[in-house]
């Protein structure tokens, strides 16, 4: 497709479950991020690859986030063990350069039970 | 702490009016400023950007304006049209060469009334 698609659409699961949340970037976009909107918030930066650089997971908030991007394209989101409060639209974004504006995808709403 | 502050939730214009959007800063190392749309269920749509080296950029009925000695860059849309009405999110980057993240307001919601 011609935009970030990102899958499930919806997801809703019990604490304490673990959770993987997919990306699928815009063909030829180098970089790749992943930002969480909770409810009645802006969104909050998580996790940056860009290339085959290290990444920046400055903004992972616990060591239960986790994420990954295979082959410099589709990226995961994995969340351990989760929380109420990890209840939130996960978005990813991808930009053909890091300094280019970011496409969004339409997100992953997570419920947690 | 919000480095990028949006204090108006919410705004109602008159269609055909000018909309004006707010957004203030905290942190003098951002160069880089965006807005955003998201119309519900749906991601972020990038609208238009400035840079820090200027003060004004305009692409059609968007304008965006950029006051650094205030940190403060407001978005104008004129003519406003009922298919404005959505979220819009205020953006900001620090330097090039480091991180490209965005710290993002907690948005404005307009409303573009008939």
């Known amino acids: 497709g011609a935009g970030v698609s990102q899958s499930p659409s919806n997801k809703v699961t019990e604490k304490g479950k673990d959770v993987e949340l997919r990306c699928d970037p815009i063909s030829g976009h180098t970089a790749l991020y992943w930002y969480r909107q909770s409810l009645g918030q802006g969104l909050e930066f998580l996790i940056y690859f860009q290339g085959n650089s290290a990444p920046d997971k400055s903004g992972l908030p616990s060591d239960r986030f986790s994420a990954e991007r295979t082959g410099g394209s589709v990226s995961t989101l994995t969340i351990q063990r989760t929380q109420q409060e990890d209840s939130a639209v996960y978005l990813c974004a991808s930009s053909r350069q890091p300094n280019q504006p970011q496409h969004f995808g339409d997100g992953t709403r997570l419920s947690i039970l | 702490d919000q480095q990028v502050k949006q204090n108006s939730p919410s705004l109602s214009v008159q269609e055909g009016r000018i909309s004006i959007l707010n957004c203030d800063y905290t942190?003098?190392?951002?160069?880089?400023f965006l807005w955003y749309k998201k119309y519900p269920a749906e991601g972020p749509t990038f609208l238009i950007s400035?840079?820090?080296?200027?003060d004004k950029n305009e692409d059609g009925r968007f304008t965006v304006f950029l006051n650094k000695s205030a940190k403060h860059l407001s978005l104008h849309i004129v003519p406003s049209q009922p298919g404005d009405s959505a979220v819009y999110f205020c953006?900001?980057?620090?330097?090039?060469?480091?991180?490209?993240?965005?710290?993002f307001g907690t948005g404005t919601r307009l409303q573009v009334t008939l």
């Open positions: 942190n003098s190392m951002f160069d880089y």
């Open positions: 400035i840079s820090s080296i200027k």
């Open positions: 953006a900001a980057r620090v330097r090039a060469g480091t991180a490209s993240k965005l710290t």
